[in-house]
């Protein structure tokens, strides 16, 4: 078929420039195909930017993983859990006080399912740990296991009552016989950080938990150390090992040991020289034999001359 005269006219037109030639100009047909190649630079280089900071957050996570810690705090990613499960079968639940706070003792509840002859004669033991510091504590001592809870044919009721020294996630760890047992994680709230009150004893201006420990406070001074007079209010406390007091700033989960001595013995006060490095409300945490009694709140006053 031939082509007329008008349609050759059209392909001649297809051919030309869409542009205005007396405005697009060699200077500005230049300027675009320098932003063209520019782009495409910018283009190139913008993937192994991209790639390099995949590269860095990878670098980042490995080093975290071989430093033994992570992005985000471990504690807080755990959920509580109130059970332990071992192949499929119910081994323990533990029921704590609805009111379980950092440095107070507190009662539990643990069911334990197994057949009482699976646990009878062997040695049982408690430990917590706290899953974000890695603090570990004293629970229940070690005991042999003699008879069932009372009205049960085994241990469904077996109650306890201790204190732990901070809040957060903790980790409870029952071991039988030297073996892990079962664990459960069971979180501990934060605990009021009110000026523990004093009370009077013989002659005596104590500050502490009346009945089981108290100490003549005489004030405290950040970073400078004085002396304070312990007393074992609770007889039996002074006779069963040795005494540590620990203390934590309000604000923090650090534990600093302030005051280690020996057996007590049968002596009802114990003299001391005790520090606390910085201002503010502290917490301390008097235990004995590795155990935590309780705990005593305390203000620090500014060192002036510091």
Partial sequence: ???????????????????DSSRFTEELKENVRSRVKGGAVRRSLRVPAVLLGAVAFIGLVIFYAMDGSSLFSRGEQIEARQAYYRDGQLLLEAFPDPELKAGISYGYLFHFAAPFEELRGKTLSLEAVHLRTGERTKAVEPFVVEAPSSGYEGLERWTASFALPLPGMWRYEFTLDGEHYADVVLEVAEPDWSL???????????????????FVDPGFIANQHNKYMWFFLDRNLAQKGDFEVKAVREGSDKLLSILKYGPAGSYDRLPSSMMLPEPGKWRLLPYMNGKLIGSIVVDVAKNEES
């Fill in 196 to 214: 523990t009150p004093t009370f009077s004893k013989e002659t005596y201006e104590l500050r502490g938990i009346p009945g089981t420990i108290a």
């Fill in 1 to 19: 078929m031939s082509m007329s005269k008008h349609d050759r006219s059209w392909e001649d037109r297809l051919a030309e420039s869409p542009f």
